[in-house]
């Protein structure tokens, strides 16, 4: 058997059925790991080895004992925008450094009800708004395929620690693009689904219309086993959907004979790195040989995505932060404040960091008053158009196809001057998460420098068995997700 941190979660789970191994082994060697690897790549911002070997020592007595879960004995690793009851959940963020939440959120509920071991917290961009993970504000994580250059964000922690082995999989959260973007540049799969379909109950909230969370994995069988378990009606968040999940695992064949993939023309414009459209054009060559059929899509209004996104995630998220005022709990400026605007100002002044405290300003400028007509409104009305841009594609193809991310992973502190360039890392992934609908990024070569490419296929709201199933055909048929970084063993 191969390193078990190289393991994937069905490879796991098979071994410790047969009794081939542990989970107490399984969890060792992932702390192993992260402890050999961690200190270059710092993908991690809270680990919990003591309570992990706990529980992959319940896991084990379970077992024993004849029981199964869907995860029993799996370690995974949760970013740190997602509650914990007793692990400080810090968003990355220094204004809630030493918060420690009271409850689990409802997904790491129903992860832990299924068995999953959970290692510690992931690093991201602050608040997840980024798209390096250098806006943490605690530490940069490095890319495990070159430690010079960003794992994307803002879920970079989690993306590199499975791409690297210092979990089995992740749970990211998706705002627009903070799954599948890390995916592609780590060289894993990511999945975003639709909107609703994960409760956001316990996340961190960052722009509430479009949060989501979604799973990182090795291969596409281990999303759909995530997604699988994370899944489903919540009634503490009203914005899931009351439908069953249906059984994804069902989903996964590799024929494809008949599938008519949708390819915008938008997709492949300029500003696309020739590396990543070569490897896209490829993949796309792929399913033709597979008998899938590929057809060509106008979404016409792709081009205001980004602007659209950058008014209706900040005006969100001002809302959303505004309880962070050094009074309830988190970070409290220290002095005499004359006012209580005194206090809020230097408490958040100190407390968030320049890229948090930019999205705020500037979506509290698009609510204010004379300005909310010419900006907010109209940005959600744009949003709207895009959504049909998506729905009259889909009466025509049953899967839209495209580039994750328009570069493959590029040197820290390339971007971070200039954040137009940062946002424009993210111009692939917006229209989907701005439409609501699911889609998944997964590996499809490497640039010239050795990096890897992500191809992001995107299905109908509620169809992700239909995305999943197109996913699992092309990674049978090609093994790109077998590929590992090359960052010291």
Not at 389 to 400: G, K, P, Q, R
Request: with cysteine; proline share 6%.
């Amino acid at each position: 058997m191969s390193d078990l941190y190289d393991l994937t979660i069905h490879e796991a789970l098979d071994a410790l059925r047969c009794g081939d191994i542990t989970s107490v082994a399984l969890t060792q060697a992932m702390l192993d790991r992260i402890l050999a690897v961690d200190n270059t790549l710092q993908a991690y911002l809270t680990l919990t080895p003591e309570a992990a070997l706990e529980q992959a020592e319940a896991a084990d007595v379970l077992r024993a004992e004849g029981r199964d879960a869907p995860l029993l004995g799996i370690p995974i690793a949760l970013k740190d925008n997602i509650s914990t009851q007793g692990i400080e959940t810090t968003a990355g963020s220094k204004i809630l450094e030493g918060y420690v939440p009271p409850f689990d959120a409802t997904i790491v509920r129903k992860l832990k009800a299924a068995g999953a071991i959970i290692l510690g917290k992931t690093n991201l961009d602050e608040f997840a708004m980024g798209s390096s993970t250098e806006h943490s504000a605690f530490f940069p994580t490095r890319n495990p395929w070159d430690v010079t250059r960003v794992p994307g964000g803002s879920s970079g922690g989690s993306a590199a620690a499975v791409a690297v082995g210092e979990a089995l999989a992740a749970v990211g959260t998706d705002t627009g693009g903070s799954v599948r973007q890390p995916a592609a540049l780590c060289g894993v799969v990511g999945v975003r689904p639709t909107y609703g379909r994960c409760s956001r109950y316990g996340l961190v909230a960052f722009a509430s219309s479009l949060d989501q969370a979604g799973p990182l994995t090795r291969d596409v069988t281990d999303a759909a086993l995530m997604l699988q378990v994370m899944a489903g009606h919540d009634p503490q968040d009203g914005t899931t959907w009351p439908e069953p999940v249906p059984d994804y695992s069902v989903a996964l064949s590799p024929d494809v004979r008949g599938l008519r993939i949708g390819i915008p023309r938008e997709y492949f414009a300029e500003g696309l790195q020739p590396d990543v459209e070569r490897s896209v054009r490829e993949a796309l060559q792929v399913f033709v040989e597979l008998g899938a059929e590929l057809v060509d899509v106008h979404l016409p209004h792709t081009d205001y995505a980004l602007s659209t996104y950058y008014l209706v995630a900040p005006a969100e998220a001002s809302a959303n932060l505004a309880r962070f005022d050094g009074v309830r709990y988190g970070y409290r400026a220290e002095g005499h404040f004359e006012t209580i605007g005194d206090l809020y100002e230097q408490t958040r002044g100190a407390g968030f960091g320049p890229e948090v405290l930019r999205r705020i300003m500037l979506g509290a400028y698009a609510l204010s008053a004379g300005y909310y007509d010419a900006y907010y409104l109209k940005a959600q009305k744009v949003r709207t158009l895009i959504k049909g841009d998506f729905d009259a594609a889909f009466t025509n193809v049953d899967l839209i196809a495209g580039p994750t991310s328009p570069v493959t992973a590029f040197h820290l502190g390339e971007r971070t001057a200039d954040p137009l360039q940062m946002y424009l890392a993210d111009i692939f992934t917006l229209s989907q998460a701005l439409a609501g609908i699911p889609a998944i990024s997964l590996p499809c070569g490497f640039d010239a420098d050795g990096l890897p490419v992500g191809l992001q296929l995107a299905a109908p709201a509620l169809q992700e068995a239909r995305m999943f199933h197109a996913a699992f055909a092309y990674e049978q048929a090609t093994k790109w997700w077998m590929q590992r970084p090359s960052i010291s063993k």
